[in-house]
């Protein structure tokens, strides 16, 4: 019996083109990856503008030539593409998708053909690693988010979603399960959303437990996942798992916030004490630095890892237990509880926890205080200058511009109200808004307490201040520059503001959680002023994207 498929030129050219598509733009998105990474061009070279005119070349000639003719055309070019995969593939296995997941989140949700492009170069895989599969399933899920309220998110309408995976589905031509199995599946699925949903404190996702048996059954699933209802409710707990991770990292958060300041706290203590403390505390505090600084790494690059965070926990904690004060301690420390100390800002990480999540941490807005109600508060404050470390936590990127605002703000603004000071001359290079120099007299008299929401709010508003002057400072330069056609000095500038531009679409997300959190608290007489410093920080991040970008800089993803 002849089980040979006829020719269908057609269908195979619609097959072929949509195959090409998703190479195309794999290959554009691994290029993105390597100039992010600073690994400069893609090891791998093609002519996609040339295969895509001979593709074209051929749709006139399918109604008019040979059977054995057009089947012999389509079938080269889809050895082609074949060749140009395995080559994309090779590179594509190098990353881990902890990696992949960062740069996913930066395609918008409204680039739904590139993600879908980028699912289907993976749905060419002849067969499915752990790898390719926990790929394969951040893009599905990132396909099947709508932005919720605040920083959850929710999943499209079922019908949106049943179109969509049938098409991947039937992109992939692969066997589904039956019936019962896929009715045995369902159930199993729902039961672990049932789970996730009920997960009841933070220290139950750094154990694994649900979250690791989760994963593992996914892994298990193989080309099952991409049955269309398995999928749908699929992405509807891994989205569940998104949002309960957020809720009760942001719990977590400020205790990780509070124990960190105390802990920092101690060890300025035993530095000016030095016989308060032995050798093995010592030692554990010289592994909390260590654990520290992987978390600020992890944070930064928004994937804290969970042995990470573990391992920090672990670590404070045996310091606060090992530190037991003496009367002389406890002296010294509740006449520093007024003091201001450094903290660990609000972060917004993806730990490599199944699914990847994103936390926001809330932000509250505090009544207005009197100014002479304030005035007392900061009669009590250290007689002597803080420095910017003692303020807040090291920021390489901004100590400059943060250095200079303490700076002049010092000079002015214990002697007028904010909304003199920021007219002053002193100031009027940095274009402050009165809210934004109060911040930093909150924060550096100790009306805005560490480790609390407030002083959250203040911290974000005196940094994206600090960004917002050396924005404009570099834009001046890229203009002054490119008009004097200085090239190397030019390259160096846009070097460094492309680090600025980085951080700037880090910082913007950021002004919507804390608006969020303002309409949700009803602090709504604070709104106009966030808004004001929302769009003064646009303004000055579009002006110098464009501007970047004009230079011929490249721009972060």
């Not at 260590?290 to 804290?304: A, L, P, Q, V, Y």
């Not at 307490?449 to 002057?469: E, I, M, S």
Request: aromatic share 10%.
């Amino acid at each position: 019996m002849n089980t040979t498929q006829p020719f269908r030129p057609t269908e195979r050219y619609t097959a072929l083109s949509d195959r090409f598509r998703s190479l195309w733009t794999f290959y554009q998105f691994l290029g993105g990856v390597f100039k992010h990474q600073d690994r400069g061009d893609l090891p791998f070279s093609y002519d996609f503008q040339a295969l895509y005119k001979r593709m074209q070349d051929i749709v006139p000639g399918l109604a008019n030539a040979s059977e054995k003719e057009a089947e012999k055309e389509i079938t080269g070019i889809e050895r082609e593409l074949s060749q140009i995969h395995g080559q994309l593939k090779a590179i594509e296995g190098e990353f881990p998708p902890s990696l992949l997941r960062r740069l996913f989140d930066h395609l918008k949700q409204q680039d739904e053909k590139i993600l879908v492009a980028l699912a289907k170069f993976y749905l060419q895989y002849e067969a499915f690693d752990e790898d390719t599969l926990d790929k394969l399933d951040i893009l599905l899920t990132r396909l099947a988010e709508a932005p919720g309220e605040g920083d959850r998110v929710l999943p499209k309408s079922d019908a949106d979603l049943k179109i969509m995976f049938e098409r991947l589905a039937e992109f992939a031509g692969i066997q589904l399960p039956d019936a019962i199995e896929r009715s045995a599946l369902l159930v199993a699925i729902r039961e672990f959303k049932d789970q996730i949903e009920q997960i009841p404190d933070f220290d139950a996702i750094l154990a694994g437990g649900v979250y690791d048996q989760y994963r593992s059954f996914k892994h298990k699933l193989g080309t099952s996942f991409l049955d269309p209802e398995i999928a749908i409710e699929l992405v509807k707990t891994n989205i569940a798992a998104k949002n309960r991770f957020q809720e009760l990292y942001r719990l977590e958060e400020a205790g990780i916030l509070e124990d960190t300041n105390r802990i920092f706290e101690i060890e300025r203590y035993l530095e000016k004490n030095p016989d308060a403390a032995d050798t093995d505390l010592r030692l554990q505090i010289e592994a909390f630095k260590r654990f520290r600084g992987r978390f600020d790494e992890g944070r930064k690059d928004g994937n804290i890892k969970r042995d990470v965070l573990a391992d920090l926990r672990t670590s404070m904690q045996e310091i606060l237990q090992r530190f037991e004060p003496s009367e002389e301690h406890a002296a010294y420390f509740a006449r520093r509880s007024t003091t201001v100390e450094p903290t660990v800002p609000p972060s917004t990480p993806t730990p490599e926890l199944d699914p990847p999540a994103q936390a926001a941490p809330a932000a509250a807005v505090v009544e207005p205080i009197a100014y002479e109600t304030e005035q007392e508060a900061i009669s009590q404050r250290a007689s002597s200058t803080m420095s910017l470390d003692e303020l807040v936590p090291p920021d390489t990127l901004l100590n400059e511009p943060l250095h200079k605002i303490m700076f002049a703000l010092e000079l002015v603004i214990w002697d007028h109200p904010p909304e003199r000071a920021v007219t002053l001359t002193q100031l009027n290079n940095l274009k402050l808004e009165p809210w934004e120099a109060d911040a930093y007299r909150r924060m550096a008299g100790g009306i805005a307490k560490q480790g609390t929401l407030d002083w959250d709010l203040c911290h974000f508003l005196l940094t994206t201040a600090a960004l917002r002057v050396k924005m404009d400072e570099e834009d001046g330069e890229i203009v002054r520059l490119k008009s004097a056609d200085s090239g190397g000095r030019l390259f160096e500038v846009l070097e460094r503001s492309a680090q600025s531009l980085e951080r700037a679409g880090e910082m913007e997300k950021r002004f919507q959680w804390f608006l969020d959190d303002m309409l949700y608290r009803g602090h709504t007489d604070k709104l106009d002023q966030l808004y004001r410093s929302r769009f003064r920080f646009l303004k000055s991040y579009a002006t110098l994207w464009l501007d970047h970008q004009d230079a011929g800089g490249v721009t972060p993803l």
